[in-house]
């Protein structure tokens, strides 16, 4: 039997932002029976792409420091 390819065009989700955190495991089996029934069908194949940004933030902080009039040190005149 012949089936032809077709490709739609894609669906693209809302951007994901990933966050990381620390946590704990809790196990949650999932049964899934099935069932085996020949009919004709149209099949859509749903192509998941998961593209992944990630940013970086860089802070920078200045002190100013008003130390009096002259500098410490040895004075050079006489």
Known sequence: MFC???VMQPIIHPTRCC???????TIVP???????QHVNHHMYQHMHYFPHTESVANEV??????CG???PGPFLGR
């Open 30 to 36: 999932h049964i899934h029976p099935s069932h085996t």
């Open 61 to 66: 902080t200045n002190q100013h420091f008003s």
């Open 19 to 25: 966050v990381q955190h620390h946590c704990c495991k």
């Open 69 to 71: 009039a002259r500098p």
């Open 4 to 6: 032809p390819t077709n």
